[in-house]
Each structure stands twice: as structure tokens, then as C-alpha cells.
């Protein structure tokens, strides 16, 4: 059973470019998490899909994020026009939704730099 | 509101020492779910213990022990004996049952175990 992955591991891009960002979660987990992460702070959620829903969005969310999970199971995390405080540590999570089960499991994260 | 407060923002302890991570929340929800996380110098979230708003049973797991008291709105966690590796952040974190799914975290206690 491999865990939460996330690509790339690292993105350095320049104020104004595009960003997309990939999470595959745990395989059998239908619920799907992003949270973004800054220095010295815990995560804060972004969003989460249920399949391939989108159920909730944080008003962190602005209108240069997208999120999308086509299919239910990958997901992607776009930042458009990308800003110097959009730097963090883009955080992906996993969980099952039966049983009550909310843990949610994470990958290691990109880290985005926007110069 | 829903809130986690971990006052303590650094520890600093010699191996072997004990050492207590204290967690206070806020909710007004009856029903919710509470969570440690560690998060070493790679990144990567790592889930340590869940318990819900029903179960005050203390735990232990190894060195690592955890309170809960519902009374005080605490979720605190003890690590006996430390060890170098258990350097690290630590995040509690809160999950109400109802009104979505996001996990509310705390800023995090930095741990240092020093040799």
C-alpha cells in the first residue's frame, strides 16, 4: 500500500507564471484534501473533494486557485498569475469517508517559491 | 469558533528527559474528532493518534501517552524518555463531525531533543 504522493516535491517559478500541482492519493480513499502551509504555521485547508465533488472551499481559495479531480482519483491544484504570498507548502491529504473514519493521511507536500 | 491553541510555540529537552505537548480547542460541536501529527525536518505530516469527542479513555502507545479531558477542552501528549528522533513539530489538530470536513491545526510545538 504506498501513501500519499505529491509532484514535484519542489517549484521554483517566477511572479505571474501558472503552477499546476498533482496529488494521487491512497488508492481505495475517496476523500481527497489540499491545505497550504506557511513558515511556522499549521496547515490550512483549501479545499476537499469527495470522488470526483468538490464539496467545500476555504475562502483562503482566491480566484487564481483550481482544484479539480477529473475521475475521482488524482487530483491537481492550479495557482494562476502566481504571487510572491502564494510561497507555502501546498500540503495533500487522503482519507476514507465510511465508518466515521476521518483521518486524513498526507503526502510530503510541494514546496512552491514564487520569486 | 472553532480553534486549537498550542502555547508552546519551542521545547527544548535532554534525551531521556520526559516532555509534555499541551493542546486546548474550541468547538461548539458535541461530536468531533482529535488528532496529534508529527512533522519532522522532511515535511511530510505523519498521523500519530485519533480519538472523538466520546472516548475520554487515556492512551498509551510505547513512549508515547496522550490525555484527553473534555472538562478542560485539553488533548495533551507526553513523550517519556525521549529520543533524538523524536525532534520535530508536533500539530494537534480538530475535526468537527458536522459542517464539512476540514481539520482545524495548531500552529505546532517545535520539539528538540538534544543528545
Known amino acids: 500500500d504506498t501513501g500519499v504522493s505529491q509532484d514535484p516535491r519542489h517549484k521554483i517559478t517566477k511572479r505571474g507564471q501558472n503552477v499546476t500541482f498533482r496529488c494521487d492519493p491512497i488508492?481505495?480513499?475517496?476523500?481527497l484534501y489540499w491545505y497550504r502551509q506557511t513558515l511556522g504555521q499549521g496547515p490550512e485547508f483549501l479545499t476537499y473533494?469527495?470522488?470526483?465533488?468538490?464539496?467545500?472551499k476555504s475562502r483562503l481559495l482566491s480566484d487564481r486557485f483550481s482544484a479539480e479531480r477529473p475521475k475521482g482519483s488524482f487530483s491537481t491544484l492550479e495557482i494562476q498569475r502566481t504571487e510572491q504570498g502564494d510561497s507555502a507548502m501546498y500540503l495533500c491529504a487522503s482519507s476514507l469517508s465510511t465508518g466515521g473514519m476521518r483521518t486524513q493521511y498526507f503526502g510530503p507536500g510541494t514546496r512552491l517559491l514564487v520569486l | 469558533a472553532q480553534k486549537v491553541t498550542q502555547a508552546q510555540t519551542e521545547i527544548s529537552v535532554v534525551e531521556k528527559e520526559d516532555v509534555t505537548l499541551d493542546c486546548v480547542y474550541e468547538t461548539r460541536d458535541t461530536t468531533y474528532y482529535l488528532f496529534w501529527y508529527k512533522q519532522p525536518p522532511s515535511g511530510e505530516l505523519v498521523f500519530l493518534i485519533r480519538r472523538n469527542s466520546f472516548d475520554e479513555q487515556n492512551e498509551i502507545s510505547g513512549r508515547y501517552s496522550w490525555n484527553f479531558q473534555k472538562s478542560t477542552s485539553s488533548f495533551n501528549f507526553t513523550i517519556t524518555a525521549s529520543q533524538v528522533v523524536d525532534s520535530a513539530v508536533y500539530f494537534c489538530a480538530l475535526a468537527p463531525s458536522t459542517g464539512g470536513f476540514k481539520t482545524i491545526f495548531g500552529a505546532g510545538t517545535r520539539l528538540f531533543v538534544k543528545a
Open positions: 488508492s481505495e480513499h475517496n476523500r
Open positions: 473533494f469527495q470522488n470526483e465533488a468538490q464539496l467545500e
